[in-house]
């Protein structure tokens, strides 16, 4: 895969549907459940922006004729798609949807929601102590 996509054998639209087809499907792989944090993100966009240059090579500048590295807008401008970042969490907004959907005996719809305790100790607040970033539906579900 290194050398197919620096290749100038290959046109850039058939670089492209291989990363898409056989790249971004492994990258993509349980995204869904991840928890990412900002460097994890930026190592990402980093990661996309390394293989785009690889597939679209560099540019050669009009005014002093050098070669140069594109710019990440202009990669932006080049994949015309959305970053990989975007695409994770579009996965996860989705993936939450299908667990809400699940019925009440689904086994992932009960690590994702979970009843609370009928009566909290009476030391602390339940809700701002045991679980201080859980956000309470409107059927008194606790989202993580």
Not at 29 to 44: A, D, I, M, Q
Not at 121 to 144: A, M, W, Y
Request: with cysteine; aromatic share 10%.
């Amino acid at each position: 895969m290194q050398n197919l996509l620096p290749s100038t054998l290959l046109p850039k639209n058939t670089k492209i549907k291989a990363y898409r087809k056989m790249i971004l499907p492994v990258v993509f792989y349980g995204c869904e459940t991840w928890s990412l944090t900002l460097r994890e993100k930026r190592r990402l966009r980093v990661f996309e922006n390394r293989v785009l240059r690889r597939i679209f090579g560099p540019k050669r500048d009009g005014i002093t004729g050098e070669w140069r590295k594109l710019h990440n807008e202009e990669l932006n401008d080049l994949y015309c798609s959305p970053n990989i970042v975007r695409v994770i969490k579009s996965r996860k907004m989705r993936w939450a949807g299908h667990v809400a959907r699940m019925g009440k005996m689904g086994g992932m719809r009960n690590i994702f929601f979970f009843q609370s305790f009928q009566h909290p100790p009476e030391s602390r607040s339940f809700n701002q102590d045991v679980f201080p970033k859980c956000r309470t539906t409107q059927n008194g579900h606790h989202l993580i």
